[in-house]
């Protein structure tokens, strides 16, 4: 959708948001834009060039725990526990009581993270070989998870775990030497919130509001006295067209198609407090969850944020070593940041670093995943981190943490399996970039579309000992099979005598420690694989030279 059509759309009160004096008027008395050669413009933005650091690092763990996770029942639940007859509006009944008695701020309350132990998760997830690590700063319910200065009641310091949740994961992070970023999703609690503003249509709570609209002098006598839910739910506003189809905040997510515009009060506070925590807490990546920027095209707020911690790298750092993540980028807007595609991957070998970001169950913690074992299994995963990186991407993977701050035993054994992987193999994967083609087999046939912000994942057909994927580090070219072959004979198509992608000569393939016989024929590089015993099953890499 471009802009013409947007202001079309959102008439004139949003149109008047994306007035240049308007927007300039935003920034008044909060925090300042660090100044430097980056401009809150699109075109300034290009100048952004991806550090080196994170093209290397390839794997990042990422913990998206806040209080959703409380309820283990699932992502969405603060929105999905307002819609009469969802699985968690019913799971919200028999847990909690009516969401008119005990809302989602009230879910916040029950939520104390007791068990959190971040030096103990982080140095696993270091074991498990990730070079980074992730953590939510903010969720769509919009409650900080640190010692917000913009959002002073309603930050986990204040309510909930009564801790500065950004504080122990910065310090566990940099005590394994990991890169630290963070992810803010708090944008779009405007409409995500929206159902907090319902009322069930039937039943013995017909017609009684849930607590969405609930003000501050409401509180006397309740746990919250004195604090105002207007603050946490930002439902002071009319509703989004077609507010009622549960499906509209898919197509509202770009700030199109009859969303209720943002205040410019509501923009503002997003901004400052979004640059007070990359102030606070310097992270080298921010990962936001939104089309392009938060607000753009409403607000000029995430321009805004970006020319500020590019530039606030380059004068704390003295070079460009920050990340921003952003989702559905047009060709510009992919130079001025890494592209991230949630639950799927590109197709093909992507001229720019790129990024998937996926979780082995769902977004937030849901026990009934545990207890039937839907995990993504660490074969599912590493096969995943393969293709990603052969085509110039890294792989973001979500751990779904327990209300209490800890993970499950599966959970467990899921991510030590993939560290006993990356131990042997991971120089196949670190520091590599792409080859002149980044596979071949039968798995490239099947290959299915990116759909919105990604979803193809899981949509191809399982990989085969046929199926390959290559990268290159220095003069050494790795060809991971993705399945150990049955007969333990291997043909690299891609590397026949005399293929115009590798014309030299093929002087030895080894695995971790041991030569193999190969022969190169028209027909392909023939291989010779040893006993199965003492190498993975799945996503065995060549070295070549």
Request: neutral net charge; proline residues 6%; contains cysteine.
């Amino acid at each position: 959708m471009n802009r013409r059509t947007l202001i079309k759309q959102m008439g004139i009160a949003g149109a008047a948001m994306l007035l240049p004096g308007r927007l300039q008027a935003f920034s008044a008395g909060g925090e300042r834009m660090m100044k430097g050669p980056f401009q809150p413009t699109w075109s300034s933005l290009e100048q952004f060039r991806t550090p080196g650091w994170f093209r290397d690092a390839k794997f990042g763990i990422w913990a998206h725990w806040g209080p959703q996770c409380q309820p283990e029942s699932g992502d969405w639940y603060a929105r999905h526990m307002y819609m009469e007859g969802h699985r968690q509006y019913n799971i919200h009944l028999k847990k909690y009581g009516h969401p008119s008695g005990f809302g989602f701020k009230d879910v916040i309350h029950e939520w104390k993270a007791e068990s959190w132990d971040p030096d103990a998760l982080v140095a696993l997830y270091k074991r498990a070989g990730a070079r980074y690590f992730i953590a939510l700063a903010n969720h769509h319910d919009n409650l900080d998870l640190y010692d917000s200065k913009y959002q002073p009641a309603w930050n986990s310091v204040q309510v909930g775990p009564k801790k500065d949740l950004m504080s122990g994961w910065v310090k566990a992070a940099r005590k394994q030497g990991l890169h630290f970023g963070v992810s803010v999703h708090a944008a779009h609690a405007w409409s995500w919130m929206e159902t907090a503003q319902r009322a069930d249509k039937q039943g013995p709570y017909a017609g009684i509001p849930y607590d969405g609209k609930r003000t501050k002098k409401e509180g006397k006598g309740t746990w919250w006295d004195g604090l105002n839910p207007q603050d946490l739910y930002a439902q002071d506003h009319a509703l989004s067209e077609n507010s009622y189809d549960n499906g509209m905040i898919h197509r509202q997510w770009n700030w199109g198609n009859g969303v209720c515009p943002p205040s410019s009060a509501y923009c503002e506070k997003f901004y400052n407090r979004t640059v007070d925590l990359i102030n606070s807490y310097d992270p080298d990546l921010v990962y936001f969850d939104d089309t392009a920027l938060p607000l753009w095209p409403v607000s000029d707020a995430g321009l805004r944020i970006a020319a500020h911690f590019y530039n606030r790298s380059l004068k704390t750092r003295k070079s460009l070593e920050v990340v921003i993540n952003g989702k559905i980028l047009d060709e510009q807007q992919r130079k001025c940041m890494v592209w991230d595609i949630e639950r799927g991957q590109s197709n093909n070998i992507e001229p720019l670093p790129w990024q998937t970001d996926t979780c082995i169950g769902d977004w937030h913690y849901d026990r009934e995943i545990f207890e039937r074992k839907g995990y993504k299994s660490a074969k599912m995963v590493i096969q995943m981190l393969v293709d990603i990186v052969s085509k110039n991407g890294n792989l973001l993977l979500n751990i779904p943490i327990r209300g209490n701050g800890t993970i499950d035993a599966e959970e467990r054994k899921i991510v030590e399996e993939i560290g006993q992987w990356m131990s042997v193999n991971g120089d196949s994967i670190y520091g590599t970039r792409p080859w002149k083609v980044f596979g071949e087999g039968p798995s490239l046939e099947s290959a299915a579309p990116l759909n919105a912000q990604g979803f193809n994942e899981g949509k191809g057909r399982p990989y085969t000992a046929a199926d390959i994927r290559f990268v290159t580090k220095g003069d050494t070219l790795y060809a991971t099979v993705m399945e150990w072959p049955e007969d333990g004979k291997l043909l690299i198509k891609s590397l026949a005598a005399g293929s115009l992608h590798y014309p030299g000569t093929i002087s030895k393939v080894s695995l971790p420690g041991v030569a193999l016989k190969f022969s190169r024929s028209p027909d392909g590089l023939e291989v010779t694989l040893p006993l199965q015993s003492g190498f993975p099953s799945y996503a065995v890499p060549l070295q070549i030279n």
